[in-house]
C-alpha cells in the first residue's frame, strides 16, 4: 500500500515533483517581484526617514484600487488551465484576448482617480511632510497601472499552462531595470535625475512595462498563433467576457478586500504614532520575504487544479493541491523560526544608512512585531494554497465573500478601537491581525475538504460527437454554447 510520502509521491502526476516544475519559476518570479518592493523600501530609507512609511501607505492604497482590475484580469489563468486540460487550444487565445480588453478598461478607470490622490491622502490624517510624498508616489504608480494589468492578463497565457519558465525570465529582466532605475532616479546617480519617492514609482513603472511588451511578443509568435489561436483569437465574444466577469470579479474582489483590510491596518497604525507605522511597514516588508514566494505556490496551485479539472480529473487536482501545500508549509514554518531567532539579521539592510536615533526607537517594536509575523505565516499557507485551489475551479464567490466579512469583522472594525488605546495599541492590533489570518485560513482548509469546488468549471461544457466508424470511441465535439439553434 503506497503512503502520501512514498518516493513514489515524487515521480507520480500530482506529486512533488511536477508542482515543484511549475511553481519554481513562480516562486523564483514572485522572489523578484520581492527583491523589487524590498530594494525600492531600503533605498525609500536611506533617502528620508519618512519616505518608506509614505511608500507602503500610498503603494497599499494604489495596490488595493489596482487589485480589484489585477484579480480579475489575471483570472484569465484559470480559463486558460481549464481549455488546456481539455485538449481544447484554439480557445486559450481568445480567453485571454477577454482579459487584454476589460485590462484597457481597468486603465481609464484607474487613470481617473488621479486627481483625487490629495483627498484620499488628507482623510487619512498624516502628517504634511508624510501626505506629500503619498500624494507624489501614488499619482506615478497610477499612471503606469494598466502595464501592469495588461501583463498580468497576457502572463496568464505561460502560467496557465504550467509553461512557467518564460514568467521568471520576464521578471528577473524587468527586476533589472526596477533596481538600477530605482538607485538613479530615487539618488540622482547613473545620469538620472533625483526625484525621490517619485522616481522609485517611475522605476515600477518602467518595469511593468517591459512585462508587457515582453510578453505580447512572445504571445503573438508563430507558434502560438498556430495552435493556440492567438491572433485569429482576437474578437471580442460577448459570452466569454461575461464568464470572465462572473469568476473574475469576485477573484478581483477578493484580492482587492485582503489589500484593503491590510491598507485599512496600516492606515489606523499611523494614527497610534510614528514609530508604530514605522515598525509595521518594516514588518511587513520583511515578511514579504515570506508571503511573496507563496504567491507562486498559489498561481502553481490554480494551475494545476483547473489542468485537471479541465480533463476530469478531480482526485489528481485534490493530489496537486496536497502536494504544494506540503512543501508551502515546510517553507513557511523554517522562514517563521528565522523570524523569531535572527530578528536583527532581517532588520539590518534597513538600519544601514538609516538614521540611528531613529531606528533604534522602531527596532524593539519591530522584533516584537516579527513574533506575530512567525506565527500567523503559518496559517497564511492555508491562506494562499487552498484558497488557490478553490479559485482555479471557479468557487471564487465563496472566497471574496469570506475575505470580506472577516477582514472587516476580525481586523478593521476592532483595530480602529485598538488605535485610541493608550497602552500596547500597536500590539492589541497586530493582535487582530494575526486572529484574521488564522480563522480565514482555516475557512479555506474546511471549504476545501468538503469538496464541493470538484464539481465546478468555468469553461462551457462539451458535446461528444457520434464517432465515425460503429465502434470506435466518440471525440470531443462543438461546445454546447456553439451549437447551432434549431428553427
Not at 15 to 21: D, F, I, K, T
Not at 404 to 423: D, E, Q
Request: glycine content about 8%.
Amino acid at each position: 500500500m503506497k503512503t502520501l510520502f512514498s518516493p513514489n509521491h515524487w515521480r507520480e502526476p500530482g506529486g512533488y515533483r511536477e508542482a515543484l516544475h511549475i511553481a519554481i519559476p513562480l516562486i523564483l518570479s514572485a522572489g523578484s517581484w520581492t527583491v523589487q518592493m524590498f530594494v525600492d523600501r531600503m533605498f525609500l530609507c536611506w533617502y528620508h526617514p519618512q519616505a518608506m512609511g509614505a511608500a507602503l501607505a500610498a503603494g497599499s492604497l494604489q495596490f488595493a484600487a489596482v487589485s480589484f482590475f489585477l484579480g480579475t484580469a489575471s483570472y484569465a489563468n484559470t480559463f486558460v488551465a481549464q481549455y488546456h486540460g481539455a485538449q481544447r487550444h484554439d480557445r486559450v487565445g481568445p480567453s485571454v484576448w477577454q482579459s487584454l480588453y476589460f485590462s484597457v478598461i481597468a486603465f481609464a478607470i484607474l487613470a481617473s482617480l488621479i486627481p483625487f490622490a490629495p483627498v484620499f491622502f488628507n482623510l487619512a490624517g498624516h502628517g504634511p511632510t508624510l501626505q506629500r510624498m503619498e500624494v507624489s508616489y501614488f499619482r506615478v504608480l497610477c499612471m503606469g497601472s494598466g502595464f501592469n494589468i495588461y501583463a498580468g492578463a497576457i502572463s496568464g497565457f505561460y502560467s496557465g499552462r504550467g509553461k512557467t519558465w518564460p514568467v521568471l525570465w520576464v521578471n528577473a529582466v524587468s527586476t533589472v531595470i526596477n533596481v538600477v532605475l530605482d538607485y538613479g532616479l530615487i539618488f540622482g546617480k547613473l545620469g538620472m535625475p533625483a526625484l525621490g519617492i517619485a522616481g522609485a514609482a517611475i522605476a515600477t513603472d518602467a518595469a511593468f512595462l517591459f512585462n508587457a511588451i515582453a510578453f505580447s511578443l512572445m504571445f503573438f509568435s508563430p507558434g502560438n498563433r498556430r495552435e493556440y489561436n492567438t491572433l485569429r483569437g482576437w474578437h471580442f465574444e460577448g459570452d466569454l467576457f461575461k464568464r470572465l466577469l462572473r469568476y473574475g470579479m469576485p477573484s478581483g474582489f477578493h484580492f482587492m478586500s485582503d489589500i484593503l483590510v491590510f491598507t485599512l491596518f496600516i492606515q489606523l497604525v499611523g494614527r497610534i504614532g510614528a514609530h508604530e507605522l514605522t515598525a509595521t511597514t518594516l514588518a511587513f516588508n520583511i515578511n514579504m520575504l515570506a508571503f511573496l514566494p507563496m504567491i507562486g505556490f498559489g498561481i502553481a496551485t490554480s494551475s494545476m487544479v483547473g489542468q485537471r479539472l479541465g480533463a476530469d480529473d478531480a482526485d489528481l487536482a485534490a493530489k496537486s493541491t496536497r502536494s504544494v501545500f506540503h512543501m508551502t508549509f515546510l517553507y513557511m514554518v523554517s522562514v517563521g523560526v528565522l523570524f523569531v531567532l535572527f530578528p536583527d539579521t532581517f532588520m539590518a539592510p534597513f538600519a544601514a544608512r538609516a538614521n540611528v536615533a531613529e531606528f533604534e526607537q522602531v527596532r524593539p517594536i519591530a522584533r516584537l512585531l516579527l513574533r506575530f509575523v512567525a506565527f500567523y505565516c503559518i496559517f497564511d499557507t492555508l491562506n494562499i494554497i487552498f484558497a488557490s485551489a478553490l479559485k482555479g475551479a471557479g468557487d471564487t464567490k465563496y472566497v471574496m465573500w469570506m475575505t470580506l466579512g472577516l477582514g472587516f469583522s476580525i481586523m478593521v472594525a476592532p483595530t480602529v478601537w485598538a488605535s485610541g488605546l493608550k497602552h500596547g495599541a500597536i500590539y492589541v492590533a497586530w493582535s487582530f491581525l494575526t486572529a484574521y489570518v488564522c480563522i480565514l485560513g482555516l475557512n479555506f482548509l474546511f471549504r476545501f475538504l468538503q469538496g464541493k469546488w470538484k464539481s465546478m468549471r468555468v469553461i462551457e461544457p462539451t458535446v461528444l460527437s457520434e464517432p465515425a466508424i460503429p465502434g470506435e470511441p466518440a471525440i470531443p465535439g462543438v461546445p454546447l454554447t456553439e451549437m447551432p439553434k434549431k428553427k
